[in-house]
């Protein structure tokens, strides 16, 4: 110690000081910290709660089916029929009791009816394997078990079996080892099959029972409410970028710079794929239901779904001329701009009135066509705009017109979208039969209705005791209007069911 | 009878010849059917065992792995520690197994985890229970089981919880249960539940050394060269519209169409959001196994996908123009061609050798580079010429350009993009210790070098045996001219993120 300066004592004393304080510090600090963390904990969960209150009452529903269930080990004459046995019906519960009802269906049938043919093919192996004597006996059910698992588990990979099955194929494979291997030790072995499958069938129904008859959320809705939201949200983009963007580049006050994010609510648009695959999977197990019937078109809102996204990756590229900080407002002649501000605004109320068509299981109205329609004019009298050569077509640099020319591109794209979409929506409105419109805003359509629409409204108004007809003439407008008005966009209805396919 | 009249016994011999024919005739085509279809099912099996043998190879691990626990059951000195428990080793191999070693690692430890916990929570339950008397003992269990039951539920839906404790919080729920309500009837329920976790650990090893002995797979390995394979599609598309459609657009003879859909495999990149998300999940289980370190840096994969996707989005809008039976090939002038085309091949050039860098896990050649500023010379010699007010501009229409500047521009964008792309690889390459790239392409690269490279170039040339300063400066070099050329594209790294976090 007699080595050390004082420089060094006082540092070791500095040192000693200061760890004492830190810990002290960080004692003190702690109770604060904890009482932070419990509190974000807290938030989260009450947000959790809050953005989706059928969570809590899904959680007060599993708690009660387990509960429920137990019973089966607290009353003796319950006991009596099952003894420990009654373990797999809590397990059951446990395992099968999904979110959604199709989710909980699927799961059940497929553990019950996975249960009942393995467990009856592992009797059959147990008997086989049981001639060939003591020796032969396990090497046979060794083989038996190997050759099941193996081509069970290759099965899983098919893209098919994977998205509806997985789950049978998995319990296939545990109750065929279960059952053929029990069967080595244990002599009741059709008892032991059947007790393991009547438990199974107990809890299945138990879930099934109280998830589809307590506050249900049944997958198909989600998928038709996720499809209908996804629309409303390109809708609410187009909206923004019509009123604040394309009028802040006029020279306005940019005051709604806060209001951006309140548009960029498309982004999860453009990952929606695997969540509607998934709810249209679950959707399919489920019985008829409210408006949905058993055969409902769930392939449609997959198609459909598959159109929303490519709108939105056009949207994605139209949202870089959102950032005020990498890109400037461009100065747009008064003419483009209008006409931009136009087909952002009608194709977005396109898209909100046919999500909440959707929504509210109407036939799309009227005014969506006449949205269309007027989208589509507006993107005429810009092509006619530019091509008169106006003052600005001779003035401006061509370099400064690209920024435009490609904004105006990709609303005419998005405009096509939102055409396709429509007859897609038609197409499900007729598939999915859902109620006719009331024919109201007749008088609303005739202002801005262009010369070529004037014949089909004429046709409307004609047969508005006979809504049918209606439907198939509007239909048949968009259809006619859609394939001459192909120009410049990819086939996306191919396009969409590649995105399906894959 | 006898009102039969001759005609409608005719039709009615008819309906019976025609029956039994039809009948003939489907018996007749029976085993050709069932043959085509077992050659369908054939051939579907065969073509998922080459697109990945490793499917084969997993099925076969399955078989032993079960096969091999089995032995507990065979064997009486294994049989005798365990007795019928030794059915729980079974089923643990069934439900742990998966196909990468991370999924499995991962869902071995959450069941593992969750057992010990919840399983000592249920004997602490249980003894609780067993202090209120005969009649209060079911009640408090069942308010036990509730409650737990029901909370750990609701924390199910905590995404992060979701995303990696899942299944561990289902297995508490089925082992609290099992423990708590098993001792209402049991009395050595502590052994009940030390045979349960051990029976689960052995299982969960067995699984485990299995899985990761023979061809492992491992989650971060898929995650990783599926970014690169991304890259690869994106820069392969970029070939194919550079090469067949920019010069098809010439007047060549289009003979290669049937080329298009090999160059479409970028789709699958769209939507691939969901599977990297999954193996990043899996591959942060993993521990460290070749070049991958336990703590490699898996969310900067994520990053990269995200700005690949981002890629995707404007090559998604591009892809319009290669459909040749919607849109016809513009005519370019000369100048605008050439420059387009060597946009493209350039940004393609640079997302293949990115890919295959990673790949390799070798550090981004100075050839990317040397791409990356050679597709910005390209855009900046278009806009030169665009400005020069060249004989086209003054005798083009307007709405003749639209098309073409609307391509310019999301090639534009797609440099960009490819930038971005570009520098979060560097970043990558730096967090995961790549290799060092070998400097051999310097004489390329000045051949082509625009003036404010030289610098840059010098400067790397100078310090050729010191590599790490070279991929120093270069990063800023391209951090630079990055932060300068932001023009007309949203800040793609909030973007990339915002993806990540919805």
């Known amino acids: 110690m007699g080595f050390i300066t004082n420089d060094h004592v006082i540092s070791h004393d500095d040192d000693k000081t200061s760890l004492v304080s830190r810990v002290w510090c960080w004692l003190h600090h702690l109770p604060k910290r904890l009482v932070a963390k419990v509190v974000g904990i807290a938030t989260m969960m009450r947000n959790l709660a809050r953005d989706d209150p059928r969570r809590v009452i899904h959680s007060f529903k599993v708690g009660l089916a387990i509960t429920l269930v137990s019973l089966f080990y607290y009353f003796q004459p319950l006991y009596n029929s099952f003894g420990v046995s009654a373990m797999w019906v809590v397990m059951t519960v446990v395992v099968v009791f999904e979110f959604t009802v199709g989710a909980t269906l699927g799961k059940g049938l497929n553990r019950a009816l996975a249960t009942s043919l393995a467990g009856a093919l592992g009797v059959g192996a147990h008997h086989l394997a049981s001639l060939c004597g003591k020796i032969g006996e396990p090497v046979l059910i060794g083989l038996f078990v190997y050759i099941f698992a193996a081509a069970s588990t290759f099965m899983r990979f098919f893209p098919k079996i994977k998205a509806r099955y997985d789950y049978g194929f998995l319990i296939s494979i545990l109750t065929f080892s279960f059952v053929s291997i029990s069967g080595?030790?244990?002599?009741?072995?059709?008892?032991?099959?059947?007790?393991?499958?009547?438990?199974?069938?107990?809890?299945?129904?138990v879930s099934l029972l109280i998830n589809s008859l307590i506050f249900p959320v049944w997958a198909g809705e989600e998928l038709h409410r996720s499809v209908a939201t996804n629309m409303e949200k390109l809708g609410l983009f187009l909206e923004g970028f019509g009123t604040i963007y394309l009028k802040s580049s006029e020279g306005e006050v940019k005051s709604k710079d806060g209001n951006k994010t309140s548009f960029q609510g498309y982004k999860s648009v453009l990952n929606s794929k695997n969540v509607e695959d998934t709810m249209a999977n679950f959707a399919r197990w489920e019985p008829g239901h409210g408006r949905f019937r058993y055969h409902h078109p769930w392939n449609q809102y997959l198609k459909l779904g598959g159109l929303v996204r490519q709108c939105a990756y056009r949207i994605d590229a139209l949202n870089a001329y959102f950032d005020p900080q990498?890109?400037?407002?461009?100065?747009?002649?008064?003419?483009?701009?209008?006409?931009?501000?136009?087909?952002?605004?009608?194709?977005?109320?396109?898209?909100?009135?046919?999500?909440?068509?959707?929504?509210?299981?109407?036939?799309?109205?009227?005014?969506?066509?006449?949205?269309?329609?007027?989208?589509?004019?507006?993107?005429?009298?810009?092509?006619?705009?530019?091509k008169s050569g106006s003052s600005y077509n001779q003035n401006a640099e061509l370099l400064q017109i690209i920024p435009i020319a490609t904004l105006a591109s990709l609303l005419i794209d998005i405009v096509d979208c939102t055409?396709?979409?429509?007859?897609?929506?038609?197409?499900?409105?007729?598939?999915?039969?859902?109620?006719?419109?009331?024919?109201?805003?007749?008088?609303?359509?005739?202002?801005?209705?262009?010369?070529?629409?004037?014949?089909?409204?004429?046709?409307?108004?004609?047969?508005?005791?006979?809504?049918?007809?209606?439907?198939?003439?509007?239909?048949?407008?968009?259809?006619t209007s859609n394939s001459s008005a192909q120009g410049n966009y990819v086939d996306a209805k191919s396009d969409g069911q590649h995105t399906l396919d894959d």
């Open 184 to 205: 080595y030790r244990a002599d009741e072995i059709v008892e032991l099959a059947h007790k393991r499958l009547s438990t199974i069938a107990i809890g299945g129904s």
């Open 326 to 386: 990498t890109q400037k407002p461009q100065k747009f002649p008064e003419e483009i701009r209008e006409a931009c501000t136009k087909i952002s605004l009608e194709s977005s109320k396109t898209l909100k009135e046919l999500g909440s068509s959707i929504r509210k299981m109407t036939y799309p109205s009227t005014s969506v066509n006449a949205h269309i329609v007027s989208s589509k004019a507006a993107v005429k009298s810009f092509k006619t705009f530019l």
């Open 419 to 479: 055409e396709k979409i429509a007859e897609s929506t038609y197409d499900l409105a007729i598939l999915a039969h859902f109620k006719k419109a009331k024919i109201k805003e007749t008088n609303v359509v005739e202002k801005s209705k262009p010369e070529n629409v004037t014949k089909h409204e004429a046709v409307t108004n004609n047969h508005v005791d006979c809504p049918q007809v209606v439907i198939t003439i509007a239909e048949l407008t968009l259809i």
